[in-house]
């Protein structure tokens, strides 16, 4: 099995009332939606790179609120560090790039503010596991969930 460089990464999660901002990327024949993130950059704290992510992918400034989670990159034995990020109420995000691809390689081909229900299963299951349950209108839906035992 091949080894791959770690490479520890950062994602903003921005939420306006119900819906979170999500970069719609189109790569290898497949459309999904992820949160603003990527790489840290040498010599770079992970809220700095966060707040660069924001900017580079969906075109706006944001906050630090607090660190929601850490999670562990298994293909490359990393961490992914998910950070609840705040922007100014009259800020509209738009399409940015990403700058460790080329013109000809850019995957990112939209920003939206989409809600738990516009998003599929797995989009929603990455959501919940980087601390969406840890934003109180989230975690407050999370509970109101049944908890059926499947048989």
């Given at each position: 099995?091949?080894?791959?460089?770690?490479?520890?990464?950062?994602?903003?999660?921005?939420?306006?009332?119900?819906?979170?901002?999500m970069?719609?990327?189109?790569?290898?024949?497949?459309?999904?939606y992820?949160l603003?993130?990527?790489?840290?950059?040498?010599?770079?704290?992970?809220?700095?790179?966060a707040l660069?992510?924001?900017?580079?992918?969906?075109?706006?400034?944001g906050?630090?609120?607090?660190?929601?989670?850490?999670?562990?990159?298994p293909?490359?034995?990393?961490e992914?560090h998910?950070?609840?990020?705040e922007i100014?109420?009259?800020?509209?995000?738009?399409?940015?790039?990403?700058?460790?691809?080329?013109?000809?390689?850019?995957s990112?081909?939209?920003?939206?503010?989409?809600?738990l229900?516009?998003l599929?299963?797995?989009?929603?299951v990455?959501?919940?596991?980087?601390?969406?349950?840890?934003i109180?209108?989230f975690?407050e839906?999370?509970?109101?969930?049944e908890?059926?035992?499947?048989?």
């Amino acid at each position: 099995m091949e080894q791959t460089t770690r490479r520890d990464r950062v994602q903003a999660l921005v939420v306006r009332y119900d819906k979170i901002l999500m970069v719609k990327h189109k790569m290898l024949g497949r459309e999904f939606y992820c949160l603003p993130g990527g790489g840290i950059e040498q010599g770079e704290s992970c809220e700095q790179a966060a707040l660069r992510e924001l900017k580079e992918e969906s075109l706006v400034e944001g906050r630090i609120i607090r660190k929601l989670s850490v999670q562990y990159k298994p293909e490359n034995r990393g961490e992914v560090h998910t950070y609840l990020v705040e922007i100014d109420e009259d800020a509209v995000p738009g399409k940015g790039t990403d700058p460790e691809l080329s013109q000809e390689e850019q995957s990112i081909v939209g920003v939206a503010w989409l809600s738990l229900e516009e998003l599929g299963y797995v989009d929603q299951v990455y959501l919940w596991s980087a601390g969406l349950n840890r934003i109180d209108y989230f975690h407050e839906k999370l509970l109101a969930l049944e908890n059926k035992i499947l048989k």
